[in-house]
């Protein structure tokens, strides 16, 4: 069975940094893209940043040179490190991956459980 984890949320300070951390279990045959969603209250969710097999990357224009999006291929994971941290980055922030779980299948969207990030003096 698939799963996403993530860890590293909490509350951060203005202008703080924080590293979110997000762990795909399970066996698979290959990913796609991982990437960071959040969801603020009353808001929808949006995608905060992607990242590509072959190691390309995009993110929402709001976080663009603060955030930044890593992988680690050997341990199917993906990190999202946060910089300059705003009050509105206030959200819960989901893991998310697109995936073959097996040869010749269609790809398969998971999501994690999601983890809070409160940015607050």
């Known amino acids: 069975q698939v799963q996403l984890v993530e860890s590293g949320g909490g509350l951060v300070q203005p202008g703080g940094s924080m590293r979110l951390s997000c762990v795909l279990s399970g066996s698979i045959f290959s990913i796609y893209a991982m990437g960071w969603y959040r969801q603020a209250p009353g808001k929808q969710r949006e995608s905060v940043a992607r990242i590509y097999s072959i190691g390309n990357t995009n993110y929402e224009d709001s976080v663009k040179g603060r955030f930044t999006i890593s992988r680690d291929n050997a341990k199917n994971a993906v990190y999202l490190q946060m910089n300059s941290l705003k009050s509105e980055d206030t959200a819960v922030y989901y893991c998310?991956?697109?995936?073959?779980?097996?040869?010749?299948?269609?790809?398969?969207?998971?999501w994690g459980q999601g983890t809070q990030v409160t940015v607050s003096s």
């Open positions: 998310n991956a697109d995936l073959w779980v097996r040869a010749g299948e269609r790809l398969t969207n998971y």
